[in-house]
């Protein structure tokens, strides 16, 4: 998850324009399957490829997905621009998000419109795809990101997911073509790898983002909140804010979302720094929190005495319009 270094004003700005990445406990194994990802293209470059050339990151909202794609994207040269022996500037990666609603034809004109190549009405599915085919190959595309990759399921029938699957499979059969392709997405994303014989989920490697516990991720918490209060923010982290109780309130309240933690660090860290204060309390947490849900007082998981009881999704029950009585 980026964030932001060191330089940060009283008002919670940055004087510099600098981010830093701050590593999900998820990243090692996605840097693994995109790695597998590269040496593939290669390997299918000589005709002993494997059939896996796709890649499903699935995750909650939040959970820092695009993020962590977009960091080793950079960090990884193969997905760098290059400029070949004509002096062309060529971008083996083309990164897109999948418009809603999203069907197969849509899918295709997001592409081309990606690529700047305009695209017609009346133009049928199998020509969208087509042209799409023919410009991966014409720029030298050989990995192709689709983000919120959710919306290709645009309908819950396995016919229509059969009908994605198949797309997903031609492109990914393009003649004398590696196209690998990184599909990241809500866990809905999973429904594509389902059914149609299998045709996609054995060509594909799949890794999670999962929610984050004091169980399993405690050393790794602990750490972010070292890193982004002590070291970035130049604050002192009291050993309150290390306790088990107060991982289990933030990744409550985060929903175990990597990316929201992060962000409750920041403004909790900017919040006690516009205040001219140098500790970053509970206080903190617990106002930010209250004013992002809506929730009542009582209801604070930062606060609350029975905290592990609340549901955040819950935080504006009390005003829920009640069903009309004494309807027929």
């Known amino acids: 998850m980026d964030t932001m270094n060191t330089g940060l004003d009283a008002n919670g700005g940055n004087k510099q324009d600098v981010y830093d990445y701050i590593e999900n406990p998820g990243d090692k194994m996605l840097a693994e399957m995109l790695q597998e990802l590269v040496n593939n293209v ?167 983002f999962i929610p984050l516990t004091v169980l399993n991720n405690k050393d790794h918490i602990q750490g972010v909140l070292s890193e982004i209060v002590e070291k970035r923010c130049g604050l002192l982290l009291p050993e309150e804010l290390q306790t088990d109780d107060f991982i289990g309130r933030l990744c409550l309240a985060s929903s175990g979302s990597f990316g929201e933690i992060i962000k409750a660090i920041q403004a909790a860290c900017f919040l006690v720094m516009r205040k001219g204060k140098d500790t970053v309390d509970v206080r903190a947490f617990a106002h930010n929190y209250q004013r992002s849900s809506g929730c009542m007082p009582s209801d604070n998981i930062f606060t609350a005495a029975r905290w592990s009881e609340i549901d955040p999704a819950n935080a504006l029950a009390d005003l829920a319009t009640p069903e009309t009585k004494g309807r027929k």
């Open 42 to 208: 290669e390997l299918c470059r000589r005709g002993v490829g494997s059939q896996r050339r796709a890649l499903f990151l699935i995750g909650g909202s939040g959970s820092g997905k695009s993020t962590a794609l977009a960091h080793h994207f950079r960090r990884m040269p193969e997905f760098q621009p290059r400029v070949n022996e004509y002096s062309e500037t060529v971008r083996p990666l083309l990164s897109i998000e999948a418009p809603k609603p999203c069907t197969t034809k849509d899918f295709a004109v997001a592409i081309l419109e990606a690529l700047g190549v305009p695209s017609k009405a009346r133009q049928s599915e199998g020509q969208l795809f087509a042209t799409v085919k023919s410009q991966f190959r014409e720029r030298g595309i050989i990995f192709l990101h689709v983000d919120e990759a959710q919306h290709l399921r645009r309908h819950s029938t396995q016919q229509a997911i059969n009908d994605v699957q198949d797309r997903i499979k031609t492109l990914m059969q393009i003649a004398d073509w590696p196209l690998h392709m990184i599909f990241s997405g809500v866990p809905d994303l999973a429904d594509l790898l389902k059914g149609g014989h299998g045709q996609v989920a054995r060509r594909s490697l799949v890794t999670r």
